[in-house]
């Protein structure tokens, strides 16, 4: 409560954030808002259908996904009854995401604790209000309010503690029309690049279904005799491996999965051979270590997951760990070594890999990532990470995740049962030639589209900006005063509250 208020009471010290036009008044959004009535379905609502939304229910600022459950059934974080035109506020990971209205036609809709429910009174705009939550000023005044790590989150009543800049309510009509008018000209703009997205997306899925098919390098095949197998490969890795020896120290654990069944799998082209992660690896895989860290020296660099990205390793996403010396070889993240992620919150995440070509620093890895130790050679290494991120090797990812406590995890024992379809080394070094230049004129075409959506970002928050600083649409003198509204409206809730506290009650 104190952050919210602090803020509020800095912002009527200074009379407002920015400057209002003539008519406009500063108020806290608890004036112009309604409480929501908090009640369990599962108590009072037992035997009625609900709409429930959660978090996952809201895309692109839209509710598209409510779950429909009886109130028996309903989550127990289910107990917010909404109506059509309550702004719903993520109040988890405040950013410019999970922000919708309650769309008209939604038939019982009961919302998840984690929103904040703006209902709005007489004296705010359902639309111009979901408007103003939309904008990156009221989002970064909501920022330094968040509390937690698990996620972070505000309170309602933070939220409500904060200003709105309050037009004169005809107004307000005038400035959210113009906003939706000009935002449905934006929309045109973000369907032609979803579109383009997904094509894109469909020919990388079907660029990486040829590679690892074969189909990509049939023409190769015809033109280039096999000098080494798959086969070959294989037995080539299993004699390095053994000539290394067992490994010894803390925490390795040794398996050594093939594939024992192989009349399930797609036929392989001559000269490919399918195996396993374990038949690849030169030595035993590891999980990585869990030692709280800081996000400042000293100490050990320690990636954090996000350090796994879809372009790589990214050895800015660390975090500083005290680790003793004589530990750090061996979580030491090596060039060769096959990174795969083992738990994330995320489906399209969890197991995702990425193969070190090479390092010149000192990091070491997560408990949440597993590390396979490779050959230093593309033709290994580079095709490895190329089938596991491809949509054959995620599909298999998928169904061998598991999910504790919202979490999906993948084990070791998961990651040996993944088929990897083994080329000849040759015929592996052209495919992941043909991929990387294919890819790198997809990578360069999606960098121009990521280019437009933040063009178009930055242009939504400039309408908002303008339109909450009066810029938007012309003033009428003749408009009631947002002042004198809110006035209006306060005498009259406690004329109301007046009645209501005076009422006889029914057994006098």
């Not at 997306?201 to 390098?217: D, Q």
């Not at 996000?306 to 061996?330: K, M, Y």
């Not at 063009?455 to 003749?478: H, M």
Request: charge should be neutral; hydrophobic fraction near 40%; proline fraction near 7%.
């Amino acid at each position: 409560m104190e952050a919210g208020v602090a803020l509020r009471d800095r912002h009527h010290d200074a009379e407002g954030p920015w400057e209002l036009p003539q008519g406009w008044c500063w108020a806290v959004l608890d004036q112009v808002v309604e409480s929501v009535q908090t009640t369990d379905p599962r108590k009072y609502l037992s035997d009625q259908p609900f709409h429930y939304i959660d978090l996952g229910a809201i895309q692109q600022g839209v509710i598209v996904g409510p779950q429909t459950v009886v109130g028996s059934a309903a989550p127990s974080r289910a107990r917010q009854v909404v109506r059509p035109g309550d702004t719903l506020f993520s109040c988890v990971r405040v950013y410019l995401r999970n922000i919708a209205l309650v769309p008209e036609g939604l038939a019982s809709p009961i919302a998840s604790t984690a929103f904040c429910v703006l209902r709005p009174s007489e004296a705010i705009d359902a639309d111009y209000l979901h408007y103003f939550v939309q904008s990156r000023r009221f989002i970064e005044w909501m920022m330094p309010l968040q509390r937690g790590n698990s996620p972070p989150a505000v309170l309602d009543i933070d939220v409500k503690a904060q200003l709105v800049p309050l037009p004169p309510y005809r107004e307000q009509l005038r400035i959210a029309a113009r906003i939706s008018q000009l935002f449905a000209e934006i929309a045109e703009g973000d369907r032609a690049m979803a579109e383009a997205h997904r094509d894109l997306e469909k020919f990388r899925s079907a660029l990486l279904k040829a590679a690892v098919t074969g189909e990509l390098t049939k023409d190769w095949r015809e033109a280039n005799p096999v000098t080494e197998s798959g086969h070959d490969l294989l037995d080539r890795i299993a004699k390095l491996r053994s000539a290394r020896g067992p490994a010894k120290g803390r925490g390795r654990r040794s398996t050594s999965a093939e594939v024992r069944n192989e009349t399930d799998l797609p036929t392989l082209p001559e000269g490919w051979a399918w195996a396993t992660i374990d038949q690849l690896k030169l030595s035993d895989q590891r999980n990585g270590i869990s030692i709280a860290g800081s996000v400042a020296p000293p100490g050990v660099k320690a990636m954090r997951l996000d350090a796994l990205t879809s372009r790589g390793l990214d050895l800015d996403a660390v975090r500083f760990i005290p680790l003793p010396e004589d530990r750090i070889s061996d979580y030491r993240v090596n060039a060769g070594d096959l990174l795969i992620s083992r738990a994330n919150g995320s489906a399209d995440l969890v197991g995702r890999a990425v193969y070190v070509r090479e390092i010149d620093q000192t990091v070491v890895f997560p408990d949440t990532i597993i590390r396979y130790p490779l050959d230093r050679s593309e033709q290994q290494g580079g095709w490895a990470e190329l089938v596991w991120n491809s949509p054959f090797g995620r599909s298999q990812i998928r169904r061998l995740a598991k999910t504790t406590a919202g979490i999906l995890k993948i084990s070791q024992r998961d990651i040996s049962q993944v088929k990897i379809p083994m080329p000849p080394p040759a015929e592996a070094a052209e495919i992941i030639r043909r991929v990387s230049e294919s890819l790198a004129t997809a990578d360069d075409t999606l960098a121009l589209l990521d280019a437009e959506a933040a063009d178009v970002a930055r242009l939504k928050q400039s309408i908002l900006k303008a339109a909450f600083e009066g810029q938007l649409v012309p003033q009428d003198p003749a408009d009631e005063p947002a002042s004198a509204l809110l006035a209006r409206i306060s005498v009259a809730g406690t004329s109301t509250a007046r009645k209501a506290r005076g009422r006889p009650r029914k057994d006098q």
